[in-house]
């Protein structure tokens, strides 16, 4: 069982002064390379929702998304890009916590919220994780990533709307 963040974890809107951070632990998770300016392009991009997870003002975890705006009155729907908690700060239920953060704070149409993703196929702890957060597989998509190369499952979940 998961056990809930401690009330010393603090979620926030990511800024300039998260960056470095941000970097360190895309690294120590072994997450595809964005460089120090994709990450401060994303702080200023209208669609993105990028939340870190602070302990003592330092960032241990944190979750990019960008929000897909429909042309008509469907769902909005909403991709994620990344999710990363330090290793040290795991199983304490801080993924969970971002992941609740960016759900409640992304808009929703009358129709609600898709939620996609894509996870290596090997990524055993990932696909686990987000099962438990009611993502279900949609497809797969073959040779996906690169550096290696491998299958990409895609994952959905449909949040209504309140």
């Known amino acids: 069982m998961t056990a809930k963040p401690s009330e010393t974890i603090v979620f926030e809107s990511a800024g300039a002064g998260h ?4 970097k360190k632990l895309e690294k120590e998770s072994r997450l595809a390379p964005w460089t120090l300016e994709d990450y401060r392009a ?4 209208e669609d993105s929702l990028f ?5 003592k003002e330092k960032t241990v975890g944190f979750i990019i998304a960008r929000l897909i705006m429909p ?16 290793e040290g700060h795991r199983k304490r239920g801080i993924g ?10 992304a808009p929703k ?13 090997s990524n055993q702890k990932a696909i686990n994780f987000y099962k438990k ?5 949609l497809c797969k998509r073959k ?16 949040v209504e709307s309140e």
Do not use: M
Request: aromatic content about 10%; glycine content about 2%; cysteine-free.
């Open 19 to 22: 960056i470095r951070d941000v």
């Open 42 to 45: 994303e702080i200023d991009r």
């Open 51 to 55: 939340i870190v997870a602070l302990e």
């Open 71 to 86: 042309q008509q009155k469907e769902a909005f729907e909403l991709e994620i890009y990344n999710l990363a908690v330090k």
């Open 96 to 105: 969970t916590s971002l992941l609740k953060n960016l759900l409640d704070s």
């Open 109 to 121: 149409s009358r129709s609600g919220l898709k939620v996609f993703l894509e996870v290596r196929r």
């Open 133 to 137: 957060n009611g993502f279900s597989l």
């Open 143 to 158: 040779n996906f990533y690169r550096n290696p190369p491998e299958d990409a499952l895609i994952f959905e979940r449909k």
